[in-house]
Nanobody, 126 residues
Framework: QVQLVESGGGLVQTGGSLRLSCAAS????????MGWFRQAPGKEREFVAT????????YYADSVKGRFTISRTSAANTAYLQMNSLKPEDTAVYYC???????????????????WGQGTQVTVSS
């Protein structure tokens, strides 16, 4: 089993920045991909960004490309999401997830992730 704990959410003004963290415990996830998703009130959960095992590759949703950066520690058990130039439409609960080695499906789909955190609220005021 893998436990994920997100932190770093909060209230920020438009144009501001936040850095989310996701700490994994239980077993190593260095060979697994890690991703961030978000869910706004009344909307479906949507993909934000993903990073492959050992941080070799990254992929972003078009809506955050150029503003958000996903990274992970060299030990690969902690992932980060640096969010800059935040907009009100970025307001959502942000979830960290782990995509196990050998998972099927695209890395931008929630179904390919097996472990999820509880989420952290990000609110961007206009």
């Amino acid at each position: 089993q893998v436990q994920l704990v997100e932190s770093g959410g909060g209230l920020v003004q438009t144009g501001g920045s936040l850095r989310l963290s996701c700490a994994a415990s239980g077993r190593t996830v260095s060979r697994s991909g890690m991703g961030w998703f978000r869910q706004a009130p009344g909307k479906e959960r949507e993909f934000v960004a993903t990073i492959s095992a050992f941080g070799v590759g990254t992929y972003y949703a078009d809506s955050v490309k150029g503003r958000f950066t996903i990274s992970r520690t060299s030990a690969a058990n902690t992932a980060y999401l640096q969010m800059n130039s935040l907009k009100p439409e970025d307001t959502a609960v942000y979830y960290c997830a782990v995509r196990p080695l050998g998972a099927t499906g695209s890395s931008n789909t929630a179904e390919s992730y097996a472990y999820w955190g509880q989420g952290t609220q990000v609110t961007v005021s206009s």
